[in-house]
C-alpha cells in the first residue's frame, strides 16, 4: 500500500472525529477517494427504502442530483449490495453500469464504463447506502490490492455511522421530540414533498418552509404559475405537528361561485333548493388537520368575511344553520395574484388578507436559479423513465445546453412538460430497452435563444408543411403564454386580456399543455 493510499485513508479517520456536518463530511469523504482511486467518478449512495438516492459525487452531470437509482433496476449495485466485501466487476462485464452516459469526462454521450467497483455500507447489519467508484479506462483498478479496498469500505461505514449519529442529533434538536422515523416514513408515503435544486434560492426556501412549518399559524405561498406552490404546501403539512392528518384541498378558481359557501363551509339539508342532503363542507372534513385554498386571489368577495371569521374564532357557520360549529383547522393558501393590488382595487379584503399573510413564503422563478434546471431535468427522466418502461434516459451535450439557456416563462411546470413531450420523441425512435438520448431536436426550445417552440412557428415560411389543427393550437398556446406573461403570471387578468371566461381559458391551457389539473 502505497504513501498516498495510506495519506488518504488517515484524511478518511481524521475527518471522522472532525467537527462536521453531515453534507461536509461525505463531500470530503467521496474526494478523498477520488484522490485515492484512478477514478472519474465516485458516488456516495444512500439507500432509500428500494431505490439509491445520490448524497455526494465527483465526476457526473449536474442531473444526478435528480436521479434515484432503483435496486431492482441496476443489477451491479445489487450485486454490490449482496456482497459482504467491496466488489470489482471485470472490465467487460455485459451488466449496464448506471453512470453510463453521466460521466462528465466520457468522449461521447453513450460512452460506456468500463472499470467499476462498489463497497456496501453496512451500520450493525443493516444496508445503508453503497460507494462506488468508476473509471472510463479498461483495468484502472487492477493495480488496487484488496487490502486498501477492505480499510477503505470499513472506514467509510464508520464516517456513514458518525455522519447518522450527527443527523439524527440534529434533527431530534430540530423538531422537538418528534419521531424522526414516523416524519420521514410520512414525507416517503406523500407524493411531491421534495424541493428539488441546490441553488442558493432553493436552500434558503427549503429552510425557511422548515422553519414556518413547525408553528400552527396560517401561511400564505405566493409565486408565479407552474413554480411549485403547492409543492411547498405539501412540504409545510409533511413537516408540521400534522403530518399524521389530511391535507385537504380546496382550487378556488375551479369552484362555482353559487356553491362556493357550501363547497368550503357545509349547508344544512333545505338550506337551499336541490340540497337533498346535509354537507359538512372543507373546513369540517379538515378538522383536526389543515386545509389547502389553491389561489386564493380568486376567492369570491361575498365569501370572504366568513372566511375571516373561521380564521378569526375558529367558528364555521353552515348555509342554512344557526349555530355556528367550532373547528381547528390550519389553513395554507397560494396564490400568484399580488394580494396587495388586488386589495387596492377592492377585490380582495385588508383583514382578510391580514390573516393569511401571518407567515408567507415565497416561491422563486425558474429563471432566477438556472442552476437547478439539470436536477431537475435528471428528476422528470426518471419519472418518465419510470412511466413509459424504458432503458436509461440521458440527455446530449446540446440538449443540456438548450434546457440550461431557456427563459422557462411556465417556470418548473413548463420544463417537465417539454422534458415529458422531448422523451416520448427520443424513445419513440430508440429500440427496446437500450438508452434513450435526447437530442436538442426533441426539445420544444429555440436553439439559440431557448425561447418556445411555439413562438418559432410564426416565424415559418407560409408554404411550410403543417396540420391545420398544429398550427391553430400553436397560435393559441403562443396567444395564451404572452397574456400569462403580460399579466404577470395572473391568469383571470390574462382571461380578461383574451376576452374569455376564466374556467374556459383554464380549460384551454390544460388542453393545450400549459397546465396541469
Same mark, same amino acid.
Given at each position: ?5 495510506l ?15 453531515a453534507?461536509d463530511r461525505s463531500?470530503r469523504?467521496?474526494?478523498a ?14 439507500r ?12 457526473l452531470?449536474?442531473?444526478i442530483w435528480g436521479?434515484r437509482?432503483?435496486?431492482s ?21 455485459p ?8 460521466v ?6 453513450g ?7 462498489g463497497?456496501p ?16 479506462r479498461?483495468?484502472?483498478f ?6 486498501f479496498?477492505?480499510h477503505?469500505?470499513a472506514?467509510a ?5 458518525t ?6 442529533l440534529?434533527?431530534?434538536a ?6 424522526a422515523?414516523?416524519l420521514?416514513?410520512d414525507?416517503?408515503?406523500?407524493r ?7 441553488s ?11 422553519l414556518v ?5 396560517p ?5 408565479e404559475?407552474g ?15 400534522r403530518?399524521?392528518k389530511p391535507?385537504?384541498?380546496?382550487n378556488?378558481?375551479a369552484?362555482?361561485e353559487?356553491?362556493f %359557501?357550501s ?8 338550506a337551499?333548493t ?13 378538522d383536526?388537520a389543515?386545509?389547502?385554498l389553491?389561489?386564493i386571489? %380568486? ?5 370572504q368575511?366568513?372566511?375571516?371569521r373561521?380564521?378569526q %374564532?375558529g ?7 344557526d349555530?355556528?360549529?367550532h ?10 395574484r &399580488?394580494?396587495?393590488?388586488e386589495?387596492?382595487?377592492g377585490?380582495?379584503?385588508?383583514d382578510l ?5 401571518v ?6 422563478p425558474?429563471?432566477e436559479r438556472?442552476?437547478d ?7 422528470f ?5 419510470r412511466?413509459l ?16 439557456r431557456?427563459?422557462?416563462?411556465g ?5 417537465? &412538460? ?5 422523451i416520448l ?10 438508452t434513450v ?15 418556445p417552440?411555439a413562438?418559432r ?11 391545420? !389543427? ?6 393559441? !398556446?403562443?396567444?395564451?403564454l404572452e397574456?400569462?406573461?403580460? &399579466? ?8 380578461r386580456?383574451?376576452?374569455?371566461a376564466?374556467?374556459?381559458l383554464?380549460?384551454?391551457a390544460r388542453?393545450?399543455g400549459?397546465?396541469?389539473d
Amino acid at each position: 500500500m502505497t504513501s498516498l493510499l495510506l495519506e488518504e485513508l488517515l484524511t478518511i479517520a481524521r475527518d471522522i472525529t472532525a467537527s462536521l456536518s453531515a453534507e461536509d463530511r461525505s463531500r470530503r469523504l467521496v474526494d478523498a477517494v477520488h484522490r485515492a482511486l484512478p477514478s472519474d467518478a465516485v458516488v456516495l449512495l444512500r439507500r432509500d427504502g428500494n431505490e439509491f438516492v445520490p448524497l455526494a459525487c465527483r465526476g457526473l452531470t449536474d442531473d444526478i442530483w435528480g436521479r434515484r437509482f432503483a435496486r431492482s433496476e441496476h443489477p451491479r449495485l445489487d450485486i454490490i449490495c449482496e456482497s459482504a466485501e467491496p466488489t470489482r466487476f471485470p472490465d467487460h462485464s455485459p451488466l449496464p453500469d448506471p453512470y453510463d452516459g453521466l460521466v462528465v469526462d466520457a468522449p461521447e454521450l453513450g460512452g460506456h464504463v468500463h472499470s467499476c467497483l462498489g463497497c456496501p455500507r453496512v451500520v450493525e447489519g443493516e444496508l445503508v447506502g453503497v460507494l462506488t467508484a468508476d473509471a472510463l479506462r479498461p483495468g484502472a483498478f487492477d493495480d488496487i490490492s484488496d487490502t486498501f479496498l477492505a480499510h477503505l469500505a470499513a472506514l467509510a461505514g464508520a464516517a456513514l455511522r458518525t455522519t447518522q449519529l450527527i443527523e439524527a442529533l440534529e434533527q431530534r434538536a430540530e423538531h422537538q421530540g418528534l419521531v424522526a422515523r414516523d416524519l420521514v416514513q410520512d414525507v416517503m408515503d406523500r407524493r411531491g414533498t421534495e424541493l428539488l435544486g441546490g441553488s442558493a434560492a432553493m436552500t434558503g426556501l427549503r429552510r425557511e418552509v422548515e422553519l414556518v412549518a413547525r408553528s400552527d399559524f396560517p401561511v400564505l405561498v405566493r409565486g408565479e404559475t407552474g413554480v411549485g406552490k403547492e409543492l411547498v404546501v405539501r412540504m409545510l403539512h409533511s413537516l408540521s405537528a400534522r403530518a399524521d392528518k389530511p391535507l385537504v384541498y380546496v382550487n378556488c378558481a375551479a369552484v362555482p361561485e353559487s356553491v362556493f %359557501e357550501s363547497e368550503l363551509f357545509g349547508h344544512v339539508r333545505g338550506a337551499f333548493t336541490g340540497a337533498d342532503s346535509a354537507r359538512l363542507g372543507k373546513f369540517r372534513v379538515a378538522d383536526g388537520a389543515c386545509l389547502f385554498l389553491d389561489e386564493i386571489g %380568486e376567492l369570491p368577495l361575498h365569501v370572504q368575511p366568513k372566511l375571516l371569521r373561521v380564521l378569526q %374564532e375558529g367558528e364555521v357557520q353552515c348555509v342554512g344553520a344557526d349555530d355556528p360549529i367550532h373547528v381547528d383547522v390550519r389553513v395554507f393558501a397560494a396564490t400568484n395574484r &399580488n394580494l396587495d393590488a388586488e386589495v387596492e382595487t377592492g377585490r380582495f379584503r385588508a383583514d382578510l388578507l391580514h390573516r393569511l399573510d401571518v407567515c408567507h413564503i415565497d416561491v422563486p422563478p425558474l429563471r432566477e436559479r438556472p442552476e437547478d434546471v439539470a436536477p431537475l431535468s435528471g428528476h422528470f427522466a426518471d419519472r418518465a423513465r419510470r412511466r413509459l418502461g424504458t432503458g436509461p434516459i440521458r440527455f446530449s451535450r446540446d440538449a443540456q445546453g438548450a434546457l440550461a439557456r431557456n427563459a422557462w416563462p411556465g417556470n418548473v411546470r413548463e420544463l417537465e &412538460n417539454v422534458i415529458s413531450r422531448g422523451i416520448l420523441r427520443a424513445a419513440g425512435r430508440t429500440p427496446v430497452g437500450e438508452t434513450v438520448i435526447v437530442q436538442h431536436g426533441d426539445l420544444d426550445v429555440d436553439p439559440n435563444r431557448g425561447e418556445p417552440a411555439a413562438r418559432r412557428a410564426q416565424a415559418k415560411p407560409a408554404n411550410a408543411p403543417v396540420l391545420l !389543427r398544429e398550427a391553430v393550437d400553436t397560435f393559441k !398556446r403562443t396567444l395564451v403564454l404572452e397574456a400569462v406573461a403580460r &399579466n404577470s403570471g395572473n391568469w383571470a387578468a390574462a382571461a380578461r386580456d383574451l376576452g374569455v371566461a376564466r374556467g374556459n381559458l383554464h380549460h384551454l391551457a390544460r388542453r393545450l399543455g400549459l397546465k396541469r389539473d
